[in-house]
T-cell receptor, first 115, second 114 residues
């Protein structure tokens, strides 16, 4: 199966620690999106890349968050100095092309718990 | 900014019956797309159906169809002949170029009973 993969699937960390998540999109998908989903809510947009360029960041993405997509392949999302409010499911999605109708394929997510 | 509203936190339908999930949205964009995504328990989100705003014809995908009312900014999902496997969270979502990021509603949890 060559779907979107995310690692780790679960992460428990103590407040103040740094964490990094990885997303491997479907090969040849040039767009990659990160979303955050809290319990009982729909996913909220965080940021997206077209190839290696980060084109937009949500105001939800504080200075403690940074995302990269070197070489336009996999992407990492790092959270520094984690806070309890960062506890959520972090979803990655990828798509091919830039048209608004393009389907975004989602990964299984990384569930972060900050204690 | 776009907003998507799903006013039904939970819905229940008997197997083989039909159910309609509601969604309204607000936007000033003229070029946009609407989607219904399904998120089964502990599984990843998958696309159910999409609708281009410029198309008047309502989209259909097998047992799934939409009622797109552009003037009313309404986009409901109808599931016919409901199956146990349809049980999931359903999210209505909006996107517009160039970013095409998805703006989601809060979701409707659909329960399918025997």
């Amino acid at each position: 199966d060559t779907g979107v993969s995310q690692n780790p699937r679960h992460k428990i960390t103590k407040r103040g620690q740094n964490v990094t998540f990885r997303c491997d999109p479907i090969s040849e998908h040039n767009r990659l999106y990160w979303y955050r989903q809290t319990l009982g809510q729909g996913p909220e947009f965080l940021t997206y890349f077209q190839n290696e360029a980060q084109l937009e960041k949500s105001r939800l993405l504080s200075d403690r968050f940074s995302a990269e997509r070197p070489k336009g392949s996999f992407s990492t999302l790092e959270i520094q100095r984690t806070e309890q409010g960062d506890s959520a499911m972090y979803l990655c999605a990828s798509s091919f092309g830039s048209g608004g109708q393009r389907e975004q394929y989602f990964g299984p997510g990384t569930r972060l718990t900050v204690t | 900014a776009q907003t998507v509203t799903q006013s039904q936190p939970e819905m229940s339908v008997q197997e083989a019956e039909t159910v309609t999930l509601s969604c309204t949205y607000d936007t000033s964009e003229s070029d946009y797309y609407l989607f219904w995504y399904k998120q089964p328990p502990s599984r990843q989100m998958i696309l159910v159906i999409r609708q281009e705003a410029y198309k008047q014809q309502n989209a259909t995908e097998n047992r799934f169809s939409v009622n797109f009312q552009k003037a009313a900014k309404s986009f409901s999902l109808k599931i016919s002949d409901s199956q146990l496997g349809d049980a999931a969270m359903y999210f209505c979502a909006f996107s517009a170029p160039p970013a095409s990021k998805l703006t989601f509603g809060t979701g409707t949890r659909l329960q399918v009973t025997l």
